[in-house]
Structures are given as C-alpha cells and as structure tokens.
C-alpha cells in the first residue's frame, strides 16, 4: 500500500507537485496518468524517498521508506531515467543491487531469465538497446520480491511482445496481493493492465477512481444508428438534451438519448433501425478531456507544418 | 520474456534487512566490475613501482641516505597519489553521472549507509594498494641503487624507512577518500577532476612560481603539502613535521567527508 497525504514538491519557483493526496491499494494494478510536466516522475521518486517533500508525507506499507528495515522486500522500482553505470554487466549491477539485501547470486539469474536477459547478462550495459536497458531496471524491481512495486514508464522501448509480458506481469503481482503503481502514455496499454487510476495535471489530483468510474463520468458515451430513414429519425429525435449528427448518408450519431430509448421511438414510428450501438469514449479521450486545462507543454497545431 | 510471469514472483521472500555487510558487499562488486578501475589502479603500481626503480638510482646518487630513499618512493607515489584521486574522484561521480545513485539510494534508503559502505571499500582498497606499491618502490628502487653503487643505503626498520614507506600509503589512501568526498560534494565527473587536480598539483605550482619567497609560508598548509610532509625525508625548514601534516590532511578529509555527509542526507538524490 502506498499513502500519500498532502504532497508537495517545490523546486525554486516551480511547483512540481502540490498538495497531492491518495492511497494506492494492494491486490490490484494502479495506473499513474497526467501530461508531460504534471508532476509523476516526481511523485514517484518522493515515494522511493530519492526526492525529499517540501511538504505533506508518503508511506509505503505503513511506513516512511527512508527508515526501511528491509527496503529491498518493501519497495522495487523502476525509473524512467535510465539508472545504470554503463560499464557495468548486467549481472554484476543486479548483484551489486541486491547484495545490499543478502541477495546472492542464484536470485540474480533468476529474474534475468524472467526478464529475457539470458544471453547478453554478462554483457556491459552501456551497449544495450533502449528494451534491453528497460529489462534490466524492471529486473533490478523485481529482485527482492517486494510487496510494492512503482514502475515509471516500464513499457517504454518494449516491442508489443514485451508490452504485453509486462502486462501479465503486473496483473500476476497484483494478483499475488503486491501493490503495483504504474505510469505510462500508452493509454490503450494502461486501459487494459489498470483497474484503478490516480490522473494528475499540474501537480494536483484530477481523479482517483477506476478506469471505467473515470471514462463514465469524463465521457458521455453516444448511440450511433444506421437506417434508411435518417431524416424522419433526425426529426424524431429533435427534444431537449439531444444532439443527433449526420455521419454518412444512412448514420446518425446521437448523445443525450440512450440507445432503448432510440430504439423504441423507431419502433413507434416504423421507421427501420439496421444498427444500433453504444459508443463509450476510450480512455484516451477521457485522458484528454480530464487534462485539457492543465497541459504543460501541449503543441499549438499543425498550421505551420 | 515469454516465459510464464509467474515463475519469478511467488511471494517467498528473498529479500533480507539491509546491513552495512551487505552495503559493502554491494560496493565490492561496483568497485571491480568495472574496467577503468582496474585500469587506474594497474596504471598506478606499474608507474609508481617503475618510476621509484628507474629514478632512484640515476637521479639521487651522491645525495645522503633519507633523501635518495625519499625520491625513490615520492615520484612514484605522486603518479598514484594522481590515479587514487582520480578514482575517489569517480566512486561518486560516477553514480551521479549514470543515473545509477537512484538505483543505489532506493536500496540502500538509508543514505549515509551508502557513503560509509563507498568510503569503507575504496579507502581499504586504495590503503592496500599504496602500502603494498610504495613498499615494492622503496624496495625496487634500494636495490636498483646498490645494484649501481655496490652498498646499501637504508633498508626497513630503519624508522625513517617505516615512517616514508608507510607514510606514503598512508597519504595516499588519505587523500584518494578526500578525493571520493570531493566528488560526493561536486557529483560532476568533469568539475571533480578540475577541482581535484587544481587543489593538489597545480594551484601548489603556481603558488611556489608567482609568489615570492618570503610569501610562501602558507603553502605548507595546502593538502598536498601537509600530507607530503609525511613522506618527504627531506624536510624543508617549512614544511610541517610529519604527523603534524597529515593529521591536518586527515581534518580537510573529514571535513568534507562531513560536508558530503549533509549534502547526501538533506538533498534529492
């Protein structure tokens, strides 16, 4: 479990991360989302105790990470920087990683078997492709079994194989009762791993819900409907609250009006009815809509392209 | 990565407390694995051995006994007191410059354990190393000189021997960890060796050259030349007594070993 209560970063002037309070459970996949700039990769490391708060406080399973005990079987973590002396093999820095924790060699050749790493352990870092460094800092996580895990763009330089290992990975942590935080840009990625999500713009919270409870109350889903008779059904459908759109000749898009109900005027009027069906919003645009006011760096258009 | 994900994360534990044996397990395993410390530390016993046995003899015949022994072991010991420096320098930088200091103070969040494990490693290493390279100089360099003049001029147990011999280890496991302090301070690979270089071998330079005489007193009270007073035999009326010296060397060691202390506790990683 991972509390954090009225979180706050300041560096000089700028305010990274401001008042930030929520609590990651266990036994299931949390996703992290916010813009570029919104303040996550600060989040996380405050978590990991590697940036000290300006104020408010983070609890990784109940307790403050910096006076840890046993922090390799509290907290594994990945960040988005890369982390790794590149002359180093990747076997010598996952030993010297764990060694801090009584971590011997046999567990180290486990997780770079789990990982993929087999064949080119022995190898120096510095030599590595973007996947390949990206399998060494998920390794380095996961050496201590940690009951939590806080992974900073873990899909990042992945190739869709190891996209979706990665997802089963942290569905079987979950699983097996670990918490498991996450932050990643892929929304369609994120839409199918997470269960819950914390969003954050700006340095301030946005949401804390799961994913469907954010797209529902982000989005509004709408009914699109394929007739022959468009034009009677545009009419119809013409009362307060409706919005119908003409999408092609035979297709109407219609939000305010819910698909039983379009379903039954149709059938009052005789009017033929080939499709019927409800469009929800992806997380994507529940993501874009949420955020929209607290884009840091957005880009400005396509005009002078 | 295909293999099932379930196969590595059962939830026995395998992760123990974190000690300080461990932190300096980890530390071990940093320190050899990876090639430029082996390459500086080669570097320093084949300059420092080779240097004391050629030297010696050639540069220092006629002189009296303590100061052909000094020589022997001096010029030597200054190639590795440069190559240990360099070394201390990048134990921290190192990490800094990599991104790997993140790795390390997640698992190690209790900072100052870090810096103790780091200076314990590298000061017994860099200790072993000078005691063993200035001892072979003063033994290469003796016998290279009574190979040449046919007796002997000093050997160990003479205290003046001891003194120079172990003196110069000493010195120079001192300041490789001033050197490991620096860069814990600076955490710039670049800036550190600057620095580094600019306080123990250049600014002493330039201070004998530009200032007159009468104005050189206080240069006994830089680093190197407080430590140097441990090895050098042939003290000048200046310089400080030996131990003297280096207990000062030892206070701007702790002084930044201190210094590094705060700064990696108080600050972002």
Redesign the interface.
């Known amino acids: 479990m991972i509390e954090v209560e009225n979180l706050s970063k300041r560096y000089g002037d700028k305010v990274a991360v401001d008042g930030l309070t929520f609590t990651v459970q266990p036994g299931v996949v949390t996703g992290f989302l916010g813009p570029n700039g919104a303040g996550k990769s600060t989040t996380l ?1 405050m978590i ?5 708060p300006t104020s408010g406080q983070v609890r990784v399973n109940g307790r403050h ?9 509290e ?1 594994g ?1 990945l ?1 988005e ?9 990747a076997r ?2 996952l ?9 011997g060699k046999a ?1 180290v050749n ?2 770079i ?4 790493l087999g064949d080119v352990a022995h190898k120096r870092v510095g030599g590595y492709s973007l996947g390949m460094s990206q ?1 060494v800092g998920i390794a ?1 996580a ?5 009951r939590t895990i806080v992974l900073d763009e873990p899909v990042n330089g992945l190739d869709p ?2 996209v979706r ?1 990665i997802r ?2 942290l569905r ?2 979950a699983d ?3 918490t498991v935080f996450y932050s990643s840009h892929l929304m369609s990625e994120m839409a199918q791993t997470a269960k819950n999500l914390i969003v954050i713009g700006r340095g301030r919270l946005i949401a804390d819900s799961t994913v469907e409870q954010f797209i529902a109350a982000t989005t509004v889903a709408s009914v699109v409907v394929r007739s022959p008779q468009t034009g009677r059904l545009r009419d119809l459908l013409d009362r307060p609250g409706a919005r119908v759109a003409t999408e092609g000749l035979d297709l109407l898009r219609v939000d305010g009006v819910t698909a039983e109900e379009i379903g039954t005027i149709a059938l009052q009027a005789g009017v033929p009815v080939f499709d019927l069906r409800v469009e929800r919003a992806s997380l994507e645009d529940a993501f874009m809509q949420a955020t929209q006011d607290s884009v840091e760096y957005g880009a400005t258009g396509l005009e002078n392209l | 990565m295909a293999t099932a994900a379930a196969a590595g994360v059962s939830r026995i534990p395998v992760a123990g407390n974190l000690t300080v044996t461990g932190v300096l397990r980890s530390e071990w395993t940093k320190l050899r694995s990876v090639r430029s410390t082996w390459w500086l530390l080669s570097t320093a016993v084949i300059l420092t051995v080779g240097v004391a046995a050629f030297v010696s003899p050639a540069a220092t015949s006629g002189q009296p006994a303590p100061y052909t022994l000094a020589r022997s072991t001096e010029y030597g010991s200054l190639l590795s007191q440069l190559a240990l420096l360099v070394l201390g320098v990048m134990v921290f930088t190192g990490e800094y410059q990599s991104g790997l200091i993140r790795a390390s103070l997640s698992v190690v969040p209790r900072r100052l354990l870090l810096l103790w494990g780091k200076l314990g490693v590298f000061g017994a290493v860099a200790l072993a190393l000078s005691i063993a390279t200035s001892v072979a100089a003063f033994a290469l360099g003796e016998l290279a000189q009574r190979a040449r003049s046919g007796h002997p001029h000093a050997w160990f147990g003479d205290p003046q021997v001891t003194r120079i011999v172990l003196g110069a280890g000493l010195v120079l496991a001192v300041t490789g960890i001033f050197g490991l302090a620096l860069g814990a301070i600076i955490r710039n690979t670049a800036a550190g060796l600057s620095t580094i270089t600019a306080v123990f071998f250049v600014l002493p330079l330039v201070f004998r050259i530009a200032l007159p005489a009468s104005d050189q007193g206080f240069l006994r009270f830089l680093p190197s030349n407080a430590g140097g007073a441990l090895w050098d035999a042939a003290l000048s009326p200046t310089s400080m007594t030996p131990w003297t010296g280096f207990a000062l060397l030892c206070g701007y060691t702790a002084a930044l070993v201190a210094v590094a202390a705060w700064r990696l506790q108080h600050g972002d990683a």
């Open positions: 490391r990991a105790g590697l940036d000290v990470y910096r006076s840890s005990r046993a922090p390799m079987a907290l973590l960040l920087a890369k982390s790794v002396h590149p002359g180093r093999s010598d820095h030993l010297a990683i764990g060694q801090t924790a009584g971590i567990r486990q997780v078997e789990l990982v993929g399998r380095a996961l050496l201590g079994r940690p194989e190891g290992w089963s990975l079987t942590l097996e009762g670990c």
